[in-house]
């Protein structure tokens, strides 16, 4: 029987609660207090990043009536005065409890049985107000068709969420390490309540921890540039059952069934891979040391310089606005102006868009273009302003892309069938769990306090890249600009979701720099192609431009013990062999081999060909 105190029995009951308030947002939408009540159990279960997701939905909502706002406004205020209705009886909501400081209240009401004056008096414009922040925008809500006496009690039940909001997500983005908007969202709160010691505890704990991460970095501290990217768990999550057994019986049929339209010389098979860490292999470290996946092998023989597989994806990326690529497979647009082109690019009659040509116009259109057409999406990621910002626009532009074929087919964007066999390098949930901070996280907890002073840096074992801009808010914009329903279709649109999205997509996708500035502009994943696993010492070559062609390369690479003895080793593949690409140049030195892959990879590249040339090195110093 299960100790009811174990942590694992108070995780169960965290998840069943999850569960409960996840139905309860089904029925309820728009209810800002079910937000904040899940909010705090993801942060209860170690999960801030999705904490934050449920805070800034919770804010969308509330300046949806602060600021008169038109598309859920009626049903947000339903909900808000329900809870202002049973004040007598019940007290606050649960949530907002002790929350907003005695000396922002209006200095007359007093609490009585949890009961406050604040909520339920006649609306008046008498100086006690003006200690409430009062950024609410009145005349909007003049139409609404509740009396003067529910417009003062609305907003000011608003405005209380908001900034329980600001408390919850300040802190939590402490906990994933993305100071700057920390920072940022605490200063809001402490705007709307100056005196509240939570934020003020929380401004602190920032400080503390960016100056320790910018002197860490050798860096003057500078409130203006705290570090602003987190790591959060990268993981297949309790709740999500969308994923597969990638290597039963069933999921390698299915695959085999597609891969033998690209690929007919080859098939996907089971394979154990040693698992990488940053030191090498895990040998001999604490957890696995080898993990199951899936990989490709010759059925038959192919010879040196034939094409092993040929795919099409319109899985693709590109960061620019004013790129001469197809918007669907990524390829180069034909230069109208130039007389040896008898092909054009074409473009849709209702946007800018431009295709390579009528073929990938046509599958456009039919997979993504028509939920995106006359929109603003692409805008949201096109062009980042700094450089190193490039690589994550293209994620974010993957995500938008695999939102609009989802919502065209439609299905649930993990089980679109570009991503859903897709390699996530997800953790084991019980590892992500080490060493975390949860149940009862609070800015006054000594875990928090011992988190900031070693400069916010998240547990060791969660591994996805995290920043509040690219995980919640960027695809949220999308999303409201698609029109799909970011609170309605919370199931398909939550940031588990994204973030499992992401976690897939920085496995998987391969990416090519513009010419002119070296930068990454252009991004795709083709589901098959990257069941291939590495190899530095790989038997085929890769070539992306609207198709990704993988062929057996004409020769291999020249080990250094063949170069000693002038010896060249011929291409070509046996029946059996494993498919070996590689996702690194490979004529590099070990050292520099081995961390372009590693992102990769997920850890240190130990190929034979590595560990001899890593070994020959070591022995020569
Ligand atoms: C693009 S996927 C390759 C296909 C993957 N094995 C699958 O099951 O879909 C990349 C992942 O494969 C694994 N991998 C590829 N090559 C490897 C190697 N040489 N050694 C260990 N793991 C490798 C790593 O976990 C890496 O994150």
């Known amino acids: 029987m299960m100790d009811i105190d174990s942590p694992e029995s108070r995780r169960a009951a965290l998840l069943e609660r999850r569960q409960q308030l996840t139905n309860a947002l089904k029925e309820h939408p728009h209810d800002a207090i079910i937000y904040l009540r899940r909010a705090l159990v993801y942060a209860d279960l170690a999960y801030p990043d999705l904490a934050i997701g449920d805070a800034y939905r919770a804010l969308l909502l509330t300046d949806e009536v602060i600021g008169g706002g038109d598309q859920y406004f009626e049903q947000v205020a339903d909900s808000l005065l329900e809870y202002t209705d049973d004040l007598k009886e019940k007290g606050l909501p649960d949530v907002l409890r002790g929350v907003m400081p005695g000396d922002v209240l209006p200095k007359e009401s007093a609490w009585a049985d949890g009961y406050h004056p604040y909520f339920c008096q006649e609306y008046s414009d008498d100086e006690s107000d003006e200690s409430v922040i009062d950024d609410a925008n009145s005349d909007s809500v003049d139409e609404y068709r509740f009396g003067d006496t529910d417009r003062p009690r609305l907003e000011r039940m608003a405005k209380f969420v908001k900034f329980r909001c600001y408390q919850i997500m300040s802190l939590n983005l402490l906990l994933c390490g993305c100071l700057r908007s920390a920072n940022s969202y605490c200063q809001q709160g402490l705007a709307m309540a100056p005196s509240d010691k939570v934020l003020q505890k929380i401004e602190k704990l920032v400080k503390t921890a960016g100056i320790q991460r910018m002197r860490q970095s050798g860096v003057a501290y500078n409130p203006a540039k705290l570090p602003d990217r987190g790591l959060v768990r990268r993981e297949v999550y309790p709740w999500n059952t969308h994923e597969p057994d990638r290597c039963s019986p069933a999921s390698l049929a299915y695959l085999n069934k597609r891969l033998a339209k690209v690929a007919p010389k080859c098939e996907v098979r089971a394979v154990q891979l040693p698992v990488l860490t940053e030191q090498g292999s895990s040998n001999g470290a604490a957890g696995p040391t080898t993990c199951w996946q899936l990989g490709v092998f010759a059925k038959e023989p192919i010879a040196a310089g034939e094409v092993v597989l040929r795919e099409y994806s319109l899985l693709t990326a590109n960061n620019r606005h004013k790129d001469a690529s197809c ?73 938008e892309r695999l939102l609009a074929m989802s919502d065209s087919k439609p299905c649930h964007p993990l089980d679109a ?205």
């Open 327 to 399: 918007d669907a497979c990524g390829s180069a647009i034909p230069d109208i102006t130039s007389k040896k082109n008898s092909k054009t690019g074409v473009s849709c009659n209702d946007c800018d868009v431009v295709f390579c040509g009528k073929s990938c116009y046509d599958r456009a259109f039919k997979s993504y273009h028509s939920s995106i057409c006359d929109t603003d999406v692409d805008n949201i990621a096109k062009d980042p302003e700094d450089p190193r910002d490039a690589d994550d626009a293209l994620y974010v532009l993957l995500v």
């Open 417 to 621: 069938k570009q991503v859903k066999y897709l390699w996530g390098d997800f953790v084991p949930v019980a590892t992500n769990n080490q060493n975390t901070i949860g149940p009862g996280v609070s800015a006054s907890s000594p875990d928090v306090a011992a988190m900031a002073a070693a400069g916010g840096i998240p547990p060791a074992a969660w591994s996805l890249p995290f920043n509040f801009q690219d995980n919640i808010a960027r695809p949220l914009h999308i999303m409201d600009e698609m029109a799909l329903g970011i609170f309605e279709d919370l199931d398909k649109l939550d940031v588990w979701v994204i973030n499992t999205l992401y976690a897939k997509f920085r496995g998987t996708a391969s990416a090519r720099k513009s010419r002119q500035d070296g930068r990454p502009d252009v991004a795709a994943v083709h589901p098959l192609w990257c069941l291939a696993n590495h190899d530095c010492d790989p038997n085929v070559t890769w070539e992306w431009g609207g198709r990704m062609v993988l062929s057996a390369k004409a020769e291999r690479v020249q080990l250094a013990e063949d170069k000693a003895a002038g010896i060249t080793r011929p291409g070509g593949i046996a029946a059996g062999e494993e498919i070996l690409n590689h996702y690194c140049d490979i004529d590099l030195p070990v050292q520099l081999r081995r961390e372009w892959a590693s992102g990769s990879l997920g850890g240190i590249c130990m190929c034979q060909r590595c560990q001899n040339e890593s070994a020959a090195e070591q022995g020569s110093t």
